[in-house]
Every structure is written in C-alpha cells, then in structure tokens.
C-alpha cells in the first residue's frame, strides 16, 4: 500500500483500512484548516469520481474512503488519491450557516442549572456566552445526523460525566470538554446538556435525512417554550421552519 509522506511530515499518509477502505490522514493535530482540506478533498472525489468509490466520511483529520476492491484495488486506488492530493486547494467554497433554535433549560437541559453554578455564572449568562459563539461542524458521526461542534467559547470547556447517563432525546443540545455537540438519535451519552432544538438533525423520510454536514457553521439563537411548541407543531405537519443563511 502506497504511503505518502512529505520529507518534513508524515502527512498527508494513506494507510490501508482493512481490504475495502482507505483513510487518507491529513495532519495529526486538529484545526480547521485541516478540515476543510478534509472536506475539499471529500469535494474532489464526488465532482471526480473514482469507479470503484463506495462512498467517503469526513473526519477532523482525515477522509474514510471505501470502496469494492472487485472494481479498484487499493494499491491503485491509494495512487489515485496522491494525484488527487496534489492537486488539492487550500481555497474552498463559502460553508453553508444555519441558525438553530433552542430552549434551554427544561426537561432536556437537564445540566443548564449545575452547569452555570460550576461556571459562577447566572443561567443568563452562560446562555448568552453560548449564543455568541461561531460553530463549525467538524464530523458528523457516532449516530446518523450527530454533529460534532468546534468554537465552544473556552470557559464552557467542561470534563464530560463520569458515568454516562443511559438515553438523552433527540435534539438535545450538548457541552463536552471542549466541543458542542447536538443530538441526532435517543441515546447513551456523557455530555452535559443545557437544552434543544426542535429541528430534527436525523429524519430518513427527507431526501437529505442529515440537516447537517461536515464544514457547515452554526449559530444558537435563544427562543422560548411558546416558539419552541410552535416550531415543533410545524416540524410535525413537514413545514420547512430551518433558517440558512446565504454564505
């Protein structure tokens, strides 16, 4: 299996994934500027596809690549990629921004309260420290439509439980170490969460089931119990309530 590797660097690095996939490994640290080369290399291969390509996974670093080695080999497959990696951009296309509704508190904000008492802040305080903040999704993964969050403002970075509590609803709205996090699925989880949102990050009857992908920016816009009944009563008819803004 091909390596590539510059003299001063081991990255970018191809490494064999088992017999069908590829991770082509863009840096070993994380910033975003390694994302959205991750990303723009995920670009690369859907406007040039590769015979043989299943699919590809952004990650913070690298891009999971697999494919049906009946119609590629690795070895050839990997050499491809290299050219690809040669030809890869630092420029990429505007990121697409949502803004995400979310009442906090309540039923599912179940940490909004100890949290803001850990911070020695007021529940208004910290709601507006976390509103002010520019999210990038980085991934999405753990569960369909989950997405990863970096920009969490430094003074919300919080350990995550010590022993993860067994289900947290869908929507939730979630603080762990240093990211920000918002649920797609019920399930498991050790994050802190201070809230929700009534967009559905996760819905299969849509044509795109995931509201979100990875390189797009997210801003937390504060509502209250009223707009969030509202918001989840139109959810519920299939009425488009999200807001985009043009990049």
């Known amino acids: 299996m091909a390596i590539m590797q510059s003299v001063h660097s081991k990255h970018p690095r191809i490494i064999a994934c088992g017999d069908s996939a590829l991770v082509v490994e863009l840096a070993d640290q994380i ?23 299943i699919e590809t996974v952004p990650t913070y670093r690298s891009l999971l690549v697999t494919y049906d080695p009946i119609v590629i080999r690795g070895k050839r497959l990997s050499a491809l990629l290299e050219t690809l990696l040669g030809q890869l951009s630092a420029g990429v296309a505007d990121a697409r921004r949502i803004i995400v509704p979310v009442l906090y508190g309540h039923d ?15 529940r208004e305080e910290l709601i507006a420290l976390h509103t002010s903040a520019d999210y990038r999704v980085y991934m999405i993964g753990f569960a369909p439509g ?35 996090s918002i649920n797609s699925v019920p399930g498991p989880s050790g994050w802190r969460f201070i809230g929700r949102t009534p967009l559905k990050l996760f819905d299969p ?3 795109e089931p995931f509201l979100l992908r990875a390189g797009d920016r997210v801003r937390f816009r504060p509502i209250d119990l009223d707009e969030a009944e509202s ?9 488009p309530v999200e807001e985009w803004e043009t990049p």
Do not use: C, W
Not at 157 to 169: D, K
């Open 205 to 207: 009857t849509r044509p």
């Open 31 to 53: 910033d975003e500027e390694t994302n959205k080369r991750v990303i723009a290399l995920a670009d690369m291969l859907a406007t040039q596809p590769i015979a043989g390509v």
């Open 146 to 180: 989950f997405s990863y969050l970096g920009g969490l403002p430094q003074p919300l970075h919080t350990p995550r439980l010590a022993v993860p509590r067994q289900r947290i609803e869908a929507s939730a709205i979630g603080i762990g170490g240093k990211q920000a």
């Open 108 to 122: 599912v904000g179940i940490d909004l309260d100890e949290l803001a008492l850990m911070k020695q802040m007021s």
């Open 231 to 239: 918001l989840d009563a139109a959810i519920r008819q299939g009425e």
